[in-house]
């Protein structure tokens, strides 16, 4: 027995510190996940559970089956292999998760991980400063060489560890566990507006929009969540220049829209995501381009046509920027079949978590989070990415039921 027990806590270790690393390094994560997989054999036949057997499990290797047969059949999978393998991350996550049993620790190391990672980005801006006397956190190349992650990914793991936060601090009974859920949510959302996060900021005081709409459901004391996300935003919109330069709000009405077709490049991308799929010589309505890879190749020819700037055209052919919108980045790759797939993963994952967790607001601002997220960025080509989605199957499993009634008594 004594072993048994053994081998689950070191089982809970391993999930608590992979989530713990997933802000703060990109090769920590594979070793711990590497040391899991054997683990995960063992619990999988000693506790009977068969997480195989459900289809909320079983669909992420669907849905990446179907991109190895698709890039195999287009002849693109010699191109593919890389994201492919960085996709496989999230088909083990779900296994794994599945069988974690301590989702209360899970919790408080992911926060724990945010902030180490918010304190050595602090560090590396306060010598940048002392070394420069300004912040890069306008429209700098400077930036994502500072943060320990790239802004936008930076922003994003702020919002969870924020959502987290907040929920431990209305749902805990302990007055210490509050204060220091209470501290964690004020760094992260202060983060992300000392970083100029732009769908970070948006995402918050939308979380914050639907918790103020939801007031009749709310104690009075968490009224102060959406008023200080709102008020907050509201005077860093005003008198912050970075945040005034990320959202180029400077000029009138007719200048802030024209800096922003200029200087935004997703006003650019995207255009030209739908231009190949209108006329793009190799795109097939069904099943795309075949790839990933082949998506980027034919938006580059796209930029190299459609933009008339020689110093822009250059940048955007340097750069190779891909779609930034995971949903038109799939349709692009793998047509509707794919893009169908996908989004009835999510579909999925929603109903499984509306099931599962009796603290729905939590959940469904989590949900927010990632479809805001993956509404800019091609979340699934980053390894941090596919962790992050990976991080779904923890919260799909009823992680905001853990205070539901009192504290659990381990940590």
């Not at 009075?220 to 709000?249: H, M, N, Q």
Request: glycine share 6%; net charge positive.
């Amino acid at each position: 027995m004594g072993i048994k027990l053994n081998k689950d806590e070191v089982y809970n270790w391993l999930c608590s510190l992979l989530l713990f690393f997933i802000p703060l390094s990109t090769a920590i994560p594979n070793l711990i996940l590497l040391l899991m997989l054997p683990l995960f054999v063992w619990k999988v036949k000693e506790t009977g559970v068969r997480p195989f057997n459900e289809i909320t499990y079983m669909f992420p290797p669907i849905l990446l089956f179907f991109f190895f047969l698709n890039s195999i059949l287009r002849g693109e999978f010699h191109n593919e292999i890389d994201i492919l393998l960085r996709m496989g991350i999230i088909v083990i996550l779900f296994f794994v998760f599945s069988l974690a049993t301590n989702i209360q620790r899970l919790l408080y190391f992911f926060v724990l991980g945010v902030q180490c990672s918010i304190l050595v980005s602090g560090i590396n801006t306060l010598d940048f400063f002392i070394h420069t006397g300004e912040l890069p956190f306008g429209n700098t190349g400077y930036v994502n060489e500072i943060l320990l992650l790239e802004r936008p990914y930076m922003g994003f793991v702020c919002v969870l560890s924020t959502i987290i936060s907040w929920y431990i601090f209305f749902e805990s009974k302990k007055k210490k566990i509050k204060i220091v859920f209470l501290v964690s949510s004020f760094l992260s959302v202060f983060f992300i507006l000392f970083i100029s996060a732009r769908m970070s900021l948006l995402t918050l005081l939308i979380v914050g929009g639907i918790g103020a709409l939801c007031l009749r459901r709310m104690k009075r004391r968490k009224l102060w969540v959406p008023l200080v996300l709102i008020t907050a935003f509201t005077i860093f919109l005003l008198s912050g220049d970075s945040i005034k330069e990320r959202f180029y709000l400077n000029g009138s009405v007719t200048e802030i829209v024209s800096t922003m077709k200029n200087y935004e490049p997703r006003f650019t991308i995207w255009p030209c995501s739908f231009d190949v799929m209108e006329r793009g010589s190799g795109y097939s309505k069904a099943f795309g381009l075949g790839g990933f890879g082949m998506a980027v190749t034919y938006l580059v020819d796209c930029y190299n046509t459609s933009i008339e700037n020689p110093s822009k055209r250059e940048y955007y052919n340097t750069k190779k920027f891909n779609s930034h919108n995971q949903f038109i980045d799939i349709l692009l790759s793998h047509g509707w079949v794919g893009l169908f797939l996908f989004i009835l993963l999510i579909i999925i994952i929603i109903l499984k978590g509306v099931k599962e967790d009796r603290n729905r607001f939590w959940f469904w601002s989590v949900i927010i989070a990632f479809l805001c997220f993956l509404t800019v960025e091609n979340m699934l080509h980053r390894q941090l990415g596919c962790y992050a989605f990976g991080m779904l199957a923890i919260f799909m499993n009823g992680a905001f039921n853990v205070y539901s009634g009192k504290d659990l008594p381990t940590v």
